[in-house]
């Protein structure tokens, strides 16, 4: 079992940053991708960030290549998602996920998510 308590949501103007954490806990050990997705109102959830644990592998969607960058600290078992020049188009509840294999913006392949944590983004 794996909990995943995403945090750091919250509500900023356009061109600000804002930095999301997901905290870890239980068999984080097998944990192969790490990923956060997000998902605006009326729109289907997309991938916007992972990394493959142990590796310096990293992914990003078009839209946020750039802008956004994704980081774990093993120590803590946290992942973290740095956004910065953040637009309304931003605006969605992101949500953290992890697998236990090596995949891409598969949400069928993600196993464990946690509640989500809602940043909005105001012109």
């Known amino acids: 079992q794996v909990s995943l308590v995403e945090s750091g949501g919250a509500s900023v103007q356009a061109g600000g940053s804002l930095t999301l954490s997901c905290a870890a806990s239980g068999s984080t050990n097998l944990r192969r991708s790490m990923a956060w997705f997000r998902q605006a109102r009326g729109k289907e959830r997309e991938g916007v960030a992972l990394l493959y644990t142990g590796s310096e592998n990293k992914y990003y969607a078009d839209s946020v290549r750039g802008r956004f960058t994704i980081s774990q600290d093993y120590t803590k078992n946290t992942v973290y998602l740095q956004m910065h020049s953040l637009k309304p188009e931003d605006t969605a509840m992101y949500y953290c996920?992890?697998?236990?294999?090596?995949?891409?913006?598969?949400?069928?392949?993600?196993?464990?998510w946690g509640q989500g944590t809602q940043v909005t983004v105001s012109s």
């Open positions: 996920a992890s697998s236990s294999i090596l995949t891409g913006f598969i949400e069928r392949n993600y196993d464990y």
